[in-house]
């Protein structure tokens, strides 16, 4: 039974150009989390999605950044005109229920690096 | 509102001693409680989880953890450290106060000596 999948797991992007990460929740999870994580640091959460919903998007910064999870397909964060702030280790997480009692499976992340 | 503090960045130890790594939360409802481990450059992965039932849970690798409601805490502890054991450890809380976030402690790194 595969985890979650995420790729690439590392990503190299100039300054102003644009990153897509992808994510694979496991097989019969319809919900998806976004974190993010800087060096030394804790994982923030960014957005929660469900299939063709966002539910919860108040981690994410208004500008630049997007997120969908279509109906068919992984889930896709975006970051338009990159900067080098958006470096960091971003991770992926896929639950069945919304149940406050389920546990969040990660994927192994994808490392931005922007320069 | 939710939080989750946990009490150390780093800890120490010496391989076959024991670990405790310190946790408390705050909760306006009934929490769930999780422990996470991440190995340098991978993922999290589950150790174990506490979802109202038995207070003292039993997780992965010979971890476990307490649910102490009185003290707000959620430590997680193991009786004899391995040298694998060393990497950064997190506590989340989730009680669905009608937001969707899992809240994150800020980590302990586990250092284990020979």
């Known amino acids: 039974n595969a985890g979650v999948m995420q790729n690439p797991r590392h990503l190299v992007r100039r300054r102003g150009q644009e990153a897509r990460l992808r994510c694979s929740p496991m097989k019969g999870h319809s919900h998806v989390y976004w974190y993010r994580q800087l060096p030394e640091e804790g994982l923030k959460f960014m957005v929660y999605l469900q299939k063709e919903n966002i539910i919860d998007e108040s981690g994410m910064p208004k500008e630049r950044f997007s997120a969908e999870f279509p109906k068919e397909g992984p889930s896709i964060l975006r970051i338009q005109q990159v900067v080098r702030g958006d470096s960091a280790a971003y991770f992926c997480?896929?639950?069945?229920?919304?149940?406050?009692?389920?546990?969040?499976?990660f994927g192994n992340g994808t490392r931005l690096t922007v320069t | 509102a939710q939080s989750v503090t946990q009490l150390d960045s780093h800890v120490s130890v010496s391989e076959g001693t024991p670990v405790l790594l310190r946790c408390n939360y705050s909760?306006?409802?009934?929490?769930?409680l999780f422990w996470y481990v991440q190995h340098p450059n991978k993922g999290l992965q589950l150790l174990l989880k506490y979802t109202s039932a038995a207070t003292l849970v039993k997780g992965i690798n010979g971890f476990e953890a307490e649910f102490k409601k009185s003290e707000t805490s959620f430590h997680l502890t193991k009786p004899s450290a391995h040298m694998s054991d060393a990497a950064e450890y997190f506590c989340?809380?989730?009680?669905?106060?009608?937001?969707?976030?899992?809240?994150f402690g800020t980590g302990t790194r586990l250092k284990v000596l020979a």
């Open positions: 909760s306006s409802y009934s929490p769930s």
């Open positions: 997480a896929s639950s069945p229920s919304d149940s406050k009692n389920s546990p969040l499976h």
């Open positions: 989340v809380v989730s009680d669905r106060t009608g937001t969707y976030k899992y809240i």
